[in-house]
């Protein structure tokens, strides 16, 4: 009896410690597929969030946007639409520079492209020879820079121009063409206000007018580039006195919609700027920076107004800030042998090629007027 009991206890015992061990060697379970994809993706969350969090921690690019005068109209709509596209496509900031049609206040404004923290500049100055010591101050401390309208010779930076030389040519050559179908008998004599000791205006403007002229007249005769930078009453006083001393002008350019004010008073003071349903008797007159009161006259088919260089502020300012983006990002050089040129579209508002229609839309698309 005891063997037995003594075995029965045995086998108990045996049994206890396989079913102890038993559970003891049972592997721990693995996390599932599903577990583990969940962990991945929080990780990766968090990992996206932190990213998030930095760039939202970064503070956005600053811009110098430089106007030569913010009373000006293209100038306002060029500032406008390069805030609302810096910020939209690049996270930019923009801030205006105004000129105040003053080149010391151009100069003094560089200074401030660092003093204000500015972290990229696109110029439009006019004493290049003051701005290049700011200029290289900007570069040297990392700041991108490039010029517009005018390059900045010696500096090597970029610049961005309007394509004014080719619409220049084609509205002299528009007027010449003109004027010899209307007055075959006249010879042309042609004669320009504005700034004739400005590169840039000389080689946009001048010579490229004269140049279309002459391929449709080669013996018309030009008076020159009269110096009318005062303002409207200075090119007033050259057209009263150009009607006296030489009343066979009959191809007038006007190189900017502030001189036109005064050319077409005077010219119309004297008794002449008149067109007889579309066709010239005094004089056909062109201007630059077309604008709602232009239209005005280039429309009135018996006005001698009838030509406008448009210059478009949207395509200008993204072109200005694509421009700087692109150096930064360096696929144009910040600094090269020469100054490299970018050109922006400009257009040739005219009496006889662009429908009214298609002019009122150009200016309220570009300037967000309401001309009918």
């Given at each position: 009896?005891?063997?037995a009991?003594?075995?029965v206890?045995?086998?108990?015992?045996?049994l206890g410690i396989?079913?102890?061990?038993?559970?003891?060697a049972?592997?721990a379970?693995?996390?599932s597929?599903?577990e583990?994809?969940?962990a991945?993706?929080?990780?990766?969350a968090s990992a996206?969030e932190?990213?998030?969090?930095?760039?939202?921690n970064?503070?956005?690019?600053?811009i110098?946007?430089?106007?030569?005068?913010?009373?000006?109209?293209?100038?306002?709509a060029?500032?406008?639409?390069?805030?609302?596209?810096?910020?939209?496509?690049?996270?930019?900031?923009?801030?205006a520079?105004?000129?105040?049609?003053?080149?010391n206040?151009?100069?003094?404004?560089?200074?401030q492209?660092?003093?204000?923290?500015m972290?990229?500049?696109?110029l439009?100055?006019?004493?290049?020879?003051?701005?290049i010591?700011g200029i290289?101050?900007?570069?040297?401390?990392?700041v991108?820079?490039a010029?517009f309208?005018s390059?900045?010779?010696?500096?090597?930076?970029?610049v961005?121009?309007?394509d004014?030389?080719?619409?220049?040519?084609?509205?002299?050559?528009?007027?010449?063409?003109?004027?010899?179908?209307?007055?075959?008998?006249?010879?042309?004599?042609?004669?320009?206000?504005?700034w004739?000791?400005?590169?840039?205006?000389?080689?946009?403007?001048?010579?490229?007018?004269?140049?279309?002229?002459?391929?449709?007249?080669?013996?018309?005769k030009?008076?020159?580039?009269l110096?009318a930078?005062?303002?409207?009453d200075?090119a007033?006083?050259?057209?009263?006195?150009?009607?006296?001393?030489?009343?066979?002008?009959?191809l007038?350019?006007?190189?900017?919609?502030n001189?036109?004010?005064?050319?077409?008073?005077?010219?119309?003071?004297?008794?002449?700027?008149?067109?007889?349903?579309?066709?010239?008797?005094?004089?056909?007159?062109?201007?630059?920076d077309f604008?709602?009161?232009?239209?005005?006259d280039?429309?009135?088919?018996?006005?001698s107004?009838?030509?406008s260089?448009?210059?478009?502020?949207i395509?200008?300012?993204?072109?200005?800030?694509?421009?700087?983006?692109?150096?930064?990002?360096?696929?144009?050089?910040?600094?090269?042998?020469?100054?490299q040129?970018?050109?922006?579209?400009a257009?040739?508002i005219?009496?006889?090629t662009?429908d009214?229609?298609?002019a009122?839309?150009?200016l309220?698309?570009?300037?967000?007027?309401?001309?009918k």
């Amino acid at each position: 009896m005891k063997k037995a009991l003594t075995i029965v206890l045995a086998l108990l015992l045996a049994l206890g410690i396989g079913a102890f061990a038993g559970c003891q060697a049972k592997p721990a379970e693995s996390p599932s597929s599903s577990e583990s994809a969940s962990a991945s993706a929080s990780e990766s969350a968090s990992a996206s969030e932190s990213a998030s969090q930095e760039a939202s921690n970064e503070k956005p690019l600053k811009i110098a946007f430089f106007v030569s005068d913010l009373s000006n109209v293209f100038h306002q709509a060029q500032y406008a639409v390069a805030k609302e596209y810096a910020k939209e496509k690049y996270g930019a900031e923009v801030y205006a520079f105004d000129g105040q049609s003053d080149s010391n206040v151009m100069t003094q404004n560089i200074d401030q492209i660092l003093a204000q923290g500015m972290d990229m500049a696109t110029l439009h100055i006019w004493d290049n020879e003051a701005a290049i010591p700011g200029i290289k101050a900007a570069l040297d401390a990392g700041v991108t820079v490039a010029s517009f309208f005018s390059p900045v010779p010696g500096t090597g930076i970029p610049v961005v121009r309007s394509d004014e030389a080719g619409v220049a040519f084609a509205m002299g050559v528009e007027m010449a063409t003109q004027w010899k179908n209307a007055n075959p008998d006249k010879p042309i004599v042609m004669v320009e206000l504005g700034w004739p000791n400005h590169t840039e205006v000389k080689s946009g403007r001048t010579d490229p007018f004269v140049e279309g002229v002459l391929s449709v007249d080669p013996k018309a005769k030009d008076l020159g580039c009269l110096d009318a930078s005062a303002g409207a009453d200075a090119a007033k006083q050259i057209i009263a006195d150009l009607c006296t001393q030489h009343p066979e002008v009959n191809l007038i350019f006007s190189e900017a919609s502030n001189l036109t004010v005064g050319t077409m008073a005077a010219l119309r003071e004297a008794g002449r700027g008149k067109f007889d349903n579309g066709k010239p008797l005094t004089e056909i007159v062109c201007s630059v920076d077309f604008d709602e009161v232009e239209m005005g006259d280039v429309y009135d088919p018996n006005s001698s107004l009838k030509l406008s260089m448009g210059l478009p502020p949207i395509e200008t300012a993204k072109a200005r800030i694509d421009n700087l983006f692109a150096i930064r990002n360096g696929e144009i050089e910040q600094k090269g042998d020469t100054e490299q040129e970018f050109f922006a579209k400009a257009y040739t508002i005219s009496f006889w090629t662009m429908d009214r229609a298609d002019a009122a839309a150009w200016l309220n698309e570009q300037f967000g007027t309401n001309v009918k």
